[in-house]
């Protein structure tokens, strides 16, 4: 098993561009989500998803759009990149809300 | 609001038991304790969880105290490679909005 994959590991955009971050898991895994890292803190989350066709919001979600069209996929899509959304960004995904998460190896965004 | 409050830092000699500590005293019956770690910047590790009942695996032992309010994570015999940053969670059944705080950076020192 690959676990959760993330894709890409480092990525540069310039102001106002667009990007998918992109989050896969080959373990079943009913719920995903996504988060973000800023240096010296935790992990915030942006959107998650219980299940294929049901997204919602977490903590931080301006700015970014999730889609969940399949239980294996969860992409992270940014519309129009903002230095503010430098961060790393990571996607987790369990079988439910009382499993444990297994986190994917992050992705390091930078915006100029 | 923040459900757990961990010590910013702390350190430990490598060989001996770290124990680190966590307050949750707000924790509701349904609510699980979960511990993670993250070691440099990877993603983080889960470690284990409980409810009431203390808890061993391979990597560590729960503690959780009988009112629930406060757990304790026991590293036995840390080595340097469990230097990383340990997040205490509470998490219920729909508790579907996690969130992860500072944690607690632990530095094993040789």
């Known amino acids: ?11 540069v ?5 667009s990007m998918t971050l992109q989050c896969a898991q080959d373990m079943n895994h009913e719920y ?42 969860f992409p992270l899509r940014l519309l129009s990149a903002a230095p503010s959304q430098t961060s790393v960004y990571f996607c987790a995904s369990s079988y439910g809300a009382y499993e444990k998460l297994f986190f994917g190896s992050g992705t390091q965004l930078s915006v100029l | 609001d923040a459900k757990t409050t961990q010590p910013t830092s702390m350190d430990c000699a490598e060989g001996r ?3 680190l500590p966590c307050n949750h005293s707000t924790i509701s019956g349904n609510e699980y304790v979960y511990w993670y770690r993250q070691i440099h910047s990877q993603g983080p590790q ?54 992860f705080g500072a944690g607690t950076t632990v530095t094993v020192r040789a």
């Not at chain 1, 919602?56 to 759009?65: A, L, S």
């Not at chain 2, 889960?46 to 695996?57: A, C, F, Q, R, S």
């Open chain 1, 32 to 73: 995903m989500s996504w988060y973000r890292q800023d240096p010296g803190m935790g992990l915030r989350l942006i959107h998650y998803s219980v299940g294929a066709g049901i997204t919602d919001q977490g903590e931080v979600p301006n700015g970014y759009n999730v889609s969940r069209s399949t239980t294996e996929d």
């Open chain 2, 17 to 19: 038991a770290a124990n």
């Open chain 1, 13 to 17: 955009l310039k102001t106002g561009q």
């Open chain 1, 1 to 11: 098993n690959a676990g959760v994959t993330q894709t890409p590991k480092f990525q």
């Open chain 2, 46 to 99: 889960y470690i284990i969880h409980g409810l009431k009942n203390n808890e061993t695996n391979e990597m560590a032992s729960l503690i959780i105290t009988e009112d629930r309010k406060s757990s304790t994570l026991i590293l036995p015999h840390a080595t340097l490679r469990d230097t990383a940053v340990y997040y205490c969670i509470v998490r219920g059944a729909n508790d579907y909005k996690l969130s």
